[in-house]
């Protein structure tokens, strides 16, 4: 099924859905109530029990080049200050997947590093022009992208606004795989589909327990582990499931 707005189309598959930046015209420049869409789309995904992966992509040319510059050429950054899509993003409740096509710019980056898995088209490329354009991060790029690929080089593009093509940044961790561009909806997909062959729920939970011991001290992060991962799910006693044993190729 496929629902579309004026920015945002989304279309659910069986256990996952596809959210594309619908913008094409502006290389998925983002203006507030394209954000607005967005959010509401991911609020009604994360209430939706049959979606536990979004993928997330950009129609035409691009995934998305950031905020759209006439809009802050004559109003300036206030009209987007109520939104945060990569927040957005991070809490949403599964995994979402990025499927980068084209150029990821400023705004489009950050929402790319808020995402849990990043597949890239062999033609896509990342590129932060913050500090050209006289702003700093607002959406997490400063702390998200240095703890992908290392304080030096996280530096190094944000500070020269340097273009990185897909496979370098792949080479660098912050791209999970980089395939042809015209594979990389179909990856991604079948990508959603192995995280859905989990049992259900898990993949949630999953991500939390990632993050939340992501951000924490080696011990700390250990005993997060052991209490939520292990004793809590003993004591609720969820049901196992090994349909998947032999399977596994």
């Known amino acids: 099924m496929v629902s579309t707005g004026n920015f945002v189309q989304v279309e659910r598959r069986d256990g996952f ?3 594309t930046l619908n913008r094409p015209d502006r290389l998925n420049a983002l203006v507030p109530e394209m954000l607005a869409e967005f959010d ?31 809009v802050l050429q004559e109003q300036g950054p206030e009209p987007f200050l ?8 991070s809490e949403w409740k599964g995994p979402v997947i990025a499927a980068i096509n084209g150029l990821a710019v400023t705004g489009g980056f950050e929402i790319t590093v808020a995402c849990d898995i990043v597949i890239a088209a062999a033609d896509a490329a990342f590129v932060d022009t913050h500090s050209r354009v006289g702003l700093l991060p607002g959406w997490g790029l400063s702390v998200r992208l240095h703890r992908a690929i290392g304080i030096y080089r996280a530096k190094e593009l944000e500070l020269t606004g340097r273009r990185l093509p897909a ?29 859905a062959g989990g049992t259900p729920g898990i993949s949630a939970e999953t991500k ?5 011991v992501s951000r924490v001290p080696l011990a700390e992060g250990l005993a997060l582990e052991a209490e939520i991962g292990f004793e809590r799910q003993a004591r609720g006693g969820r049901s196992l499931s090994f349909a998947h044993v032999g399977k596994s190729k």
């Not at 939390?208 to 939340?212: E, F, S």
């Open 40 to 70: 509401e789309a991911m609020h009604n995904l994360d209430e939706d029990p049959d979606t536990e992966t979004v993928i997330l992509s950009g129609a035409g040319k691009a995934f998305c080049v950031g905020l759209d510059v006439a």
């Open 82 to 89: 109520p939104f945060n899509p990569a927040r957005t993003i």
């Open 208 to 212: 939390a327990l990632i993050d939340k």
């Open 167 to 195: 496979q370098e940044a792949a080479d660098w961790g912050l791209v999970n795989r980089v395939v042809p561009a015209d594979e990389l909806i179909d990856t991604a997909c079948t990508m959603a589909r192995a995280i």
């Open 17 to 19: 859905a596809i959210v």
